[in-house]
Structure formats: structure tokens, C-alpha cells
């Protein structure tokens, strides 16, 4: 009995512990960034594209003001590409850093020469969106809201687009041939030029009709060119948490991150989401959810199977199932409710010993934890992450690959105030999806439709509406209830004209 209270009151401590570090910054340092120990490369600064100043970049540090950014503050200000309205603000205190990040490319993706080349341009001022003469090109936006630092956001906001890029060059050719089926194979020879004049049949390979009894063994599924984009933008993300990991071990980076990206190519847009960051489209007033979150309570059958199939992730400390609250010792042989991974609905067991392990999935809505560590479990980075005072590592329960939702642009009729809007937790967490459509719906109808600073505008009335005004008892929102003390990162993307 000893022994076992020993055991609750050392979890007790882990939870106690991991609540303080998330409302105290999750473990960031006094010191903004260690600059002795960085590749110059991932060095902390806010997104390029705001342009700031020295002294401007001072300012938006400041905690207690938390000033409100957008690109090029005062005489040097410059829209981003598409007219894209952007803002954040730094949060009221709870880490050192505004820890998250954001980026905004158009990328050139040229097809791969040879096993070597590496070819990715990125032409950040160029306005053009067609296809490259041997290539093509795609806008992108993102948001990483880093969470145990700013590191993991940092180094995903400089690289993220580059590793899509990457991926997407082995494809060009199958993806430029939108009248074609993609193959099922690609040989080193795809597009070859014949005597003629005339390129080869692409991509197919050494493939042979089967014959009638190799038929019904040998059926072939039909891969479309969307889907070639899903696949390049997960193996991107897969690629982008692995270069992650290799810099936590060379300079010792803590952290991770939420990444939210939206890649425009060939008439769609492709949404991909690994975290809480969340992504909605405004059109014709409406609101349509274009993500979802991945939270411990979204993803608890995930989760649970996982711990399921793998106990020893769980170091013997931890149980799968889910419990309404804690199971106390005197419980042990009652019927008691619960539910597995198998599980939507509520069912009751006898309670046994084991139960009273602390459950991998804890706690509700914005307090769920796993391992009573980290509330989400989608994103990048946190490959050092444990829980407190043990040795059991979190990250094989934290997925890095994004789900990817498709919008088909060239399906509907955009108005002048369409525009898709993304934003970090820090947003979402006080305003619901409706609000920010009326919102921007509201600031959008008193511009002028030709004023290209409108979405910048849309944008920094979202920040200012979520993280309020400072009062006598903190961020106060106009109904008088708590703002956001949280980082917040807003991107407005206008629809019309551009796709």
C-alpha cells in the first residue's frame, strides 16, 4: 500500500508539474536563444516578411503593451503576394519568445536533372502563379506555433516549403500531364525525347498487359494527380520532423511545434494540419472548416490502441483504458465505467490492479494531456520530450503526418470577400469560428473592394479582437471576458482574382 501511494502522489507531482510548465512556457530558458550553440541558420527573428526594425523588433517583444505586428510597419510597408493580410502579437508573458512562426513563399519546383541536383527557388516578390517552362510553382502559407521553445517553429518556418519542393520534383512531369493517369511506376528514362520529335510515353515503365489468368490478381487502382500532392506534402512534413530530430541531437534544440500549412497548385489548395492550429474558409458568409485539431481527446483511440498494442511505450506506469476520473485502491473489485480504443460509447468493468495506473488520456477539453505531458499530438519536433522525472519518451505517441483536406477552387463562384483565414491556437481559443466570420465579413464591407490593404486590416482586427484590452485585472475582451495571453499568428487570404 506504501508503495502504491508512493507511486499516486509521484504522478500527482508529474501533473502539478507539467501544468506549471505550460503556464509558465513549457520549460522556455531566460535566455531568448543560445547563440553559441545555434547553426546561424536557425536563429531566432520574426518572420522575414515583416521587415522589421531594430527598435521595432524591441518593441514587439514587450510583454506587457504587446504591440500588434503587420508586414512593413509605417512608410516601409509592402503587401505580401495575393493582397495576403497578416498579424500577430506576442503573448502576455507565459514564455520569453513569441514562439510562434509563419511563412509566405512562391516556390519554382523544377523536375530532378539528376540523383544530385538539387534545384528549389523561392521568389518571394514574384507575382506570376502559371506553370514554369520545365516546372511549376505554388503559393504557400504557414503557420508553427512551437510550444518548449521557439526552435522547432523556427527551423520548420525556414524549411517546411523547401521540403514540399523536394518531393514534388520527382513528380513534375506526371503532374504537368494532368490528362494522364499518374503511372504506377516511374523509370529513370520517363519523358525521353524519340527520333521524331515526340517524348516517350511517359512513366510506364517495363509494365505488360497480364495475361487473362494473371487478370484477377493484378487489378490496378487508379492513383489521381490530387492525391500525388497529399502524398508529397505528408512525406514533406515526415521529412521536415526527421530534420528536426537530427538538429535536437547535433545542438541540443528542445520543443516542438503545431504546423499549419496551405499549399495553392494547379487550381487547388491543400490544407495540412499536424496540431490545434485550425484553418477556415469565409465564402458567400458562410464558414466551412477546412482542418481539424488533433488533440488527446480528438485522437484518444489512436492513442489508447497504440498503448494497446505496445505496453512497453507506456513504462508500466500508465494505462490505456479511460476512466471518467481517477480509480482509487478501495475501488479495486467494483464495476466500474470505462472505455478502450475500440470504443465511441461507455461500458463497465471490474476494476483490477492495474487500473490504478494514471491514464495515458487525461482530463477534458483544453486540459487533456497525454502521458499528463503535452496537449496536442500532431505536429513537429519533441523528440526529447519525457514525462517529468521519468525516462518514458512521449514522441511515439505524437504523429508528425499532417492531414490534408483538398479544396477545388475552380468549383465554385469567389467573391471579393472570400478569403480562407488561419490562425494559432492563441485566436481560436477565445473566438469562435462564426466570430471571425463576421468579423472579417464586417471589416471586408466597410474597404473599399479595390483597397489592397483590406485583408491586412482583416487581420489585425482578428489579433486585436482575440487578445483585447488591457485592464485592471488583465486582456480583457469586449464582452469583459479573459483575451488570449497566448502567442497569436493570423494569416487572411484573399480568393478572388488569384485562383
Known sequence: GRAEGTGRRRMINRVKAAVAQLVGGTGSSSSPWKCGECSLAFQYSRPAFLRLSA?????AADHSSRPILIPGQDRRRKLLPWDTGY?????????????????????????????????AKTAKDDESTGKERDGLQFHYWALF????GADAAVMAARLLHLHICEQLRDIVDVLRDGDVPPPISLTSNAGVVTEGGAKSAPHQGDWEPPTDSESRFLLEKEISHEYLIIGAIENAFRQMDQQIEREQNLHGYLGGCCALAVVYLLGKIYVANAGDSRAILIRNGETIPLSNEFTPE????????????????LGNEFTHLEFPRRIQHREIGRKM?????????WAYKTIEKDDLKFPLVYGEGKKARVMATIGVTRGLGDHNLKVYCSNIHIK?????????????????EHGVDDVIVLGTDGLWDVVSDREVADAVIRMLSNCEPDNPNRFTMAAEDLVMRSR????????RLSNDRLGSGDDISVFVIPLYGHT
Open 55 to 59: 527598435e521595432e523588433g524591441e518593441r
Open 396 to 412: 511515439p505517441f505524437l504523429s508528425c503526418i499532417p492531414e490534408v483536406k483538398v479544396y477545388d477552387v475552380a468549383k465554385y
Open 145 to 148: 506555433d512551437g510550444h518548449a
Open 298 to 313: 480528438s485522437e484518444r483511440q489512436r492513442l489508447q490502441y497504440l498503448g494497446y498494442l505496445q505496453p512497453h511505450l
Open 468 to 475: 483585447g484590452i488591457l485592464k485592471e485585472h488583465g486582456w
Open 87 to 119: 498579424a500577430e502579437v506576442i503573448n502576455a508573458g507565459k514564455s520569453v519568445l513569441n514562439e510562434d512562426q509563419a511563412a509566405r513563399e512562391i516556390v519554382s519546383v523544377e523536375k530532378r536533372v539528376c540523383k544530385n541536383s538539387t534545384v
Open 337 to 345: 465505467l470505462f472505455r478502450d480504443y475500440s470504443m465511441t460509447g
